[in-house]
């Protein structure tokens, strides 16, 4: 039985009858908003809305490719570009590798982000993957612009003669609460699915650097999960 149901019962329901006209109406509004959760609330099966992208066709289409058991594992790095299916968006304080992994017909693997981390520059401390959800904030659309401020143009207008007042500080740019819902949904969709999936299945893979692509000299993808043990050398 519903929570709803359970609220109103046969008999609660004669004694909700019998109250004033006014108290009658809040108390079978308050049933209601009970129910309608109850109706839609997922099971805890309900698969995970992390569809990653479409694998490319092979794995050689990538940069580069290493064998983990039965399982080709194949990376591609994208830098601080966040490559999504509804274009392309950026982050300043992660990498981003596009990863793909491909085996046998009816093949699957159980897939977590933490079975992989990045070596840069040779560097003993390993960059582990991090959850997309921390990278969501630093995302920004390099096409998105805010809208013209026709207070502001005005007020530059009249005061300084067309003029910008360069004592002034531009105001901070807000982005709409619809784009950034928008943007984190891409990078969602985009990122490398969990769980037990089926080949071949490919992503994102997120990881925590701020400094410049261009300083980077050598970079390797390292796998350590349940296919095996991999190492990609990427190209920066």
């Not at 050689?60 to 591609?76: F, K, L, P, R």
């Not at 990078?187 to 769980?195: I, R």
């Not at 993808?221 to 991999?230: E, F, Q």
Request: hydrophobic residues 35%.
């Amino acid at each position: 039985m519903s929570p709803g149901h359970q609220i109103l019962d046969c008999a609660s329901f004669l004694g909700v009858m019998r109250l004033p006209i006014a108290l009658r109406a809040s108390v079978l509004m308050a049933a209601a908003c009970v129910c309608v959760p109850a109706q839609n609330t997922p099971g805890t099966n309900a698969p995970s809305e992390t569809k990653g992208l479409p694998p490319r066709a092979a794995p050689g289409d990538y940069q580069a490719q290493a064998h983990a058991g039965t399982v080709t594992i194949a990376a591609e790095f994208a830098g601080h570009s966040v490559p999504t299916l509804e274009g392309t968006l950026s982050t300043e304080d992660y990498v981003v590798v596009e990863t793909g992994l491909f085996g046998s017909p009816g093949g699957r693997i159980k897939l977590s982000s933490d079975e992989f981390s990045l070596r840069i520059n040779g560097n003993k401390t390993l960059l582990p993957s991090q959850p997309y959800g921390l990278v969501i904030a630093s995302v920004k659309d390099p096409e998105w612009e805010p809208p013209a401020s026709t207070s502001s143009k005005s007020k530059t207008s009249l005061n300084t003669g067309g003029k910008s007042d360069t004592n002034e500080p531009p105001p901070p740019v807000k982005i709409p609460i619809e784009v950034q819902r928008a943007m984190a949904q891409h990078v969602q969709k985009a990122s490398l699915p969990e769980g037990d999936r089926a080949l071949p299945v490919a992503g994102l893979l997120f990881f925590r650097y701020g400094g410049k692509t261009k300083n980077i000299r050598s970079m390797e993808l390292i796998y350590a999960g349940s296919a095996g043990d991999a190492t990609l050398a990427l190209q920066p």
